[in-house]
């Protein structure tokens, strides 16, 4: 059987980051908007100088699902003032999930969305949140099956097109009593 690691990503694999956020962002959206905006979103969002600059901020982490050295999946945890919208400055904010289409439906996502649970009860925070494209069902649907429920919107722009992003998030329990 293959291991399925999670791991830390760091600085210097900016290169190896910046080529699976961009083939997974593609494989995820492509279909369902237009090329000029993918492009714009891609060279904007996903260029090495922006996710150089969003690695070496110490309150954003990025994991990479690794399979035989290669990684698979990946995601990003922003916490404090790094959230890209700060509710509750104690909250963690899973800001990306996304698995390689040829690794889906093997439990990778469950594997990073576990190691972004843990990471947020380690530090005792209320809440767990995310946004996630209206439209994405799929990305929806797992999120619920984890204890997920829709509390806000607010809007993503992918290019040209301003498109909605549901907020959801999931309590976490309080801390027991010592």
Do not use: C
Request: hydrophobic residues 40%; aromatic residues 12%.
């Amino acid at each position: 059987m293959n291991t399925i690691l999670i791991v830390p990503a760091i600085t210097a694999e900016v290169e190896l980051l910046q080529q699976i956020a961009r083939q997974t962002f593609q494989e995820s959206f492509a279909a369902d908007n237009t090329p000029e905006n993918m492009k714009h979103y891609l060279q904007e969002n996903l260029s090495i100088a922006k996710l150089s600059s969003e690695m070496s901020n110490p309150d954003s982490e990025f994991f990479f699902a690794m399979l035989k050295n290669q990684p698979i999946g990946y995601m990003k945890l922003n916490y404090k003032g790094a959230q890209t919208e700060v509710f509750n400055s104690r909250a963690v904010e899973l800001e990306r999930i996304y698995v390689l289409k040829s690794h889906q439906g093997q439990k990778i996502g469950q594997l990073l969305f576990s190691h972004a649970l843990n990471a947020a009860n380690e530090i005792k925070a209320p809440f767990l949140w995310l946004g996630v494209w209206e439209h994405n069902t799929k990305a929806i649907a797992f999120y619920e099956k984890n204890g997920f429920f829709e509390f806000n919107k607010h809007p993503f722009m992918l290019g040209d097109e301003k498109q909605t992003d549901i907020l959801m998030r999931l309590d976490l329990p309080l801390p027991k009593a010592q």
